[in-house]
């Protein structure tokens, strides 16, 4: 009664923008009218744009009135009036405002999630009702809500893949896969290996399941382990982060295998919500970084230029027990900037707890430490620093990447190009390491250049990189940048990836990161 309270209540609140309350709007003699039936649909699929706030009983009253149509209307009007409302309100972006998205009280890295969690949800305004409503007028409902939703390509993608990998669990989900009997196994450590007999009939089953093997051969072995069960497999890896069958481990597999199907589906439907607060608000040209799958992305002009492997704030924690929760001290945090400034063969200035935790430590293990890396200890008023000098052996590589920012996180090279082989590189002190990082932060300079009507030899500082003092470069037009956390994602080719949930943000959000 509660529930059906408030829903006239704000059926009473929409009807004072209503040209004429009393004209139904979703009825008619014989049943739901078009509007009516557009509402319902999007009702249905509310779930799925990560809405949280359909209330359970708006099916059964339209069901019911619809077994007996020439009954009052009345309560369908309001019921399905209400929920158009709360479509208008919920469906638009409420995109992050704050440049950085951290506890101003304890400077803790939380999830991006408290961007709603346990936050009223928004109601629409008097405009926004009576746009919707002539929409209704125009036979348009559906197109004008299609409108009002975040218009990042993967918002629309995530919605997509939710609602088919619902159908998924509609049609029973995915077959488990026991894992097989290996003698002499190593805890932790077996490897994958070809899979045969029983094992091979179920992984061909669960890659089936999921539309990653088409129906098979009726003449070919069930199975078999052949060409098509190969390339299946590989790509199923893919979409969940995890190696290919030469460094696949047993344990990461049937991890991965237990997932049920209902629990990506939460994985999917979370992350489009996720999207709908994003600090991206339609930027033709901006760079993103995936914290959570590690990529950083281009996109020039609406179209992908190039995408590059990161490695992003290490997912290493400890439990604080005066806090009560987990801390993460090197977690990348959600923000959003400017790119302003790039510097070919930058200076590394250590910060006061990496020349606490790592410099101070290794000096005291190797006295010639500093003079082997080219670090220099400068002493001066506000305390002493180390300095790093261009070079090979530089921590920040042969060009940085400059969004300012109160949390000195910046896109830079590394030296160690080896961990960009790694399925998980949650590696660093919180900045952001890019692969190939000199031919990403060269294209900005060339596309900078060009939107400014200057040439720009990149070749020539191609071949300056490593070598000789810092050049520095500001942007004639500055590029926004977001670094942002999604823990599933759909690319290009339409190939649904879910990526590790480095820093626990899923499964725990409420314990914030540092």
């Known amino acids: 009664m509660l529930r059906l309270s408030l829903v006239i209540m704000s059926s009473l609140l929409v009807a004072e923008v209503r040209a004429d309350a009393t004209r139904p709007l979703f009825t008619r003699p014989d049943g739901l009218s078009d509007a009516g039936k557009v ?17 359970e009983f708006v ?7 619809l077994k007996a149509p020439s009954a009052p209307a009345d309560l369908v009007e309001q019921t399905l009036d209400a929920q158009l409302a709360r479509l208008v309100a919920e469906l638009a972006p409420r995109p992050r405002t704050v440049p950085v998205l951290d506890d101003p009280e304890t400077r803790f890295y939380p999830t ?33 809500l299609a409108s009002l939703l975040p218009t990042h390509p993967q918002y629309g993608r995530l919605v997509d893949a939710a609602k088919r990998y619902n159908s998924m669990c509609q049609a029973g989900g995915f077959p ?28 061909r089953a669960r890659l089936a399941a999921e539309g990653f093997l088409p129906t098979p051969d009726p003449t070919a072995p069930s199975n078999s382990w052949d060409d098509a069960a190969r390339d299946a497999f590989s790509r199923w890896l893919t979409s969940r982060q995890l190696p290919q069958p030469g460094g696949l481990l047993m344990d990461d597999l049937h991890t991965a295998l237990a997932i049920t199907c209902d629990e990506l589906v939460a994985t999917l439907t979370l992350n489009a919500k996720r999207w709908r607060h994003s600090g991206w608000r ?21 179209t992908l230029v190039m995408t590059q492997r990161t490695i992003v704030g290490s997912n290493k924690w400890y439990f604080d027990t005066d806090l009560g929760r987990r801390l993460n001290l090197h977690a990348t945090p959600v923000l959003s900037d400017q790119i302003t400034r790039i510097i070919v063969n930058p200076i590394w200035a250590v910060p006061p707890r990496i020349a606490q935790n790592v410099i101070d430590k290794e000096v005291a293990k190797d006295p010639t430490y500093l003079e082997r890396k080219r670090i220099q200890l400068v ?43 790694l399925a998980v590189r949650a590696l660093s002190h919180g900045c952001v390491r890019v692969q190939n990082a000199l031919d990403f932060g060269l294209q900005l300079l060339i596309d900078d250049a060009a939107k400014a009507g ?40 339409g190939l649904v990836r879910f990526h590790p949930d480095i820093y626990a943000y899923d499964a725990d959000p409420a314990a914030p990161r540092r």
Do not use: M
């Not at 488990?176 to 992984?203: E, H, M, N, Q, S």
């Not at 300056?464 to 590029?479: N, Q």
């Open 39 to 55: 509402v319902l649909d999007w009702v249905r699929d509310a779930r799925f744009h990560g809405l949280d706030h359909t209330p």
């Open 282 to 302: 339609g930027e033709p040209t901006f760079v993103e970084v995936n914290i959570a799958a590690q990529e950083l992305r281009y996109v020039r002009d609406s």
């Open 112 to 144: 991006p999630d408290v961007l709603w969690r346990n936050v009223a949800p928004p109601t629409a305004s008097a405009e926004a009702l009576s746009a919707a409503h002539q929409a209704v007028a125009d036979g348009t409902l559906h197109t004008h």
């Open 59 to 65: 099916l059964p009253v339209v069901e019911t009135w």
């Open 379 to 421: 002493t001066s008023a506000r305390g002493r620093t180390y300095i790093q000098s261009p070079g090979a052996e530089n921590a920040l590589g042969a060009i940085k990447i400059l969004f300012p920012n109160d949390e000195d996180v910046y896109l830079h090279d590394t030296p160690k190009k080896g961990p960009f082989k």
């Open 454 to 493: 200057r040439d720009f030899d990149a070749e020539s500082l191609r071949k300056r990189a490593g070598r000789g003092g810092s050049i520095i470069f500001d942007l004639t037009t500055e590029v926004p940048v977001f670094l942002e956390y999604y823990t599933a994602s759909v690319d290009d080719s």
């Open 176 to 203: 488990a896969v026991a894992r097989p009997v290996i003698k002499r196994p190593k805890p932790g450590r077996t490897k994958f290996t070809t899979p045969k007999d029983d094992y091979a009939l179920a992984l």
